[in-house]
Nanobody, 122 residues
Framework: QVQLVESGGGLVLPGDSLRLSCVDSGRAFRAYAMAWFRQAPGKEREFVAAISGSGAITDYEDFVQGRFSISRDNNKNTVFLQMNSLKAEDTAVYYC???????????????WGRGTQVTVST
């Protein structure tokens, strides 16, 4: 059974960095594509980045290209989202998700964490 727990969120200044982590307590982590989505107040959940089970394939939404980096450590059942040059518009709850194939659509992912809050503000 996949159980995802995110951590690493917080309150930071514009231009700062954060590294989010998501740990899966299950036994088949490397079989799943993993993704990060985010949801800002009053907005729909949106795709941020995804990575294949092996880590060989990554995909990013345009607004995070060059600033965010997704990676995974299959020995530790963990996926990461390194976020640099954070902006106020990055403020949201960030969710990790696991699915059978890599994609950008939330419905493609069967398992979700509860989210971690990221706030970028002066």
């Amino acid at each position: 059974q996949v159980q995802l727990v995110e951590s690493g969120g917080g309150l930071v200044l514009p231009g700062d960095s954060l590294r989010l982590s998501c740990v899966d307590s299950g036994r088949a982590f490397r079989a799943y594509a993993m993704a990060w989505f985010r949801q800002a107040p009053g907005k729909e959940r949106e795709f941020v980045a995804a990575i294949s089970g092996s880590g060989a394939i990554t995909d990013y939404e345009d607004f995070v290209q060059g600033r965010f980096s997704i990676s995974r450590d299959n020995n530790k059942n963990t996926v990461f989202l390194q976020m640099n040059s954070l902006k106020a518009e990055d403020t949201a709850v960030y969710y990790c998700a696991a699915g059978s194939v890599i994609g950008r659509i939330a419905q493609e992912y069967s398992f979700w964490g509860r989210g971690t809050q990221v706030t970028v503000s002066t």
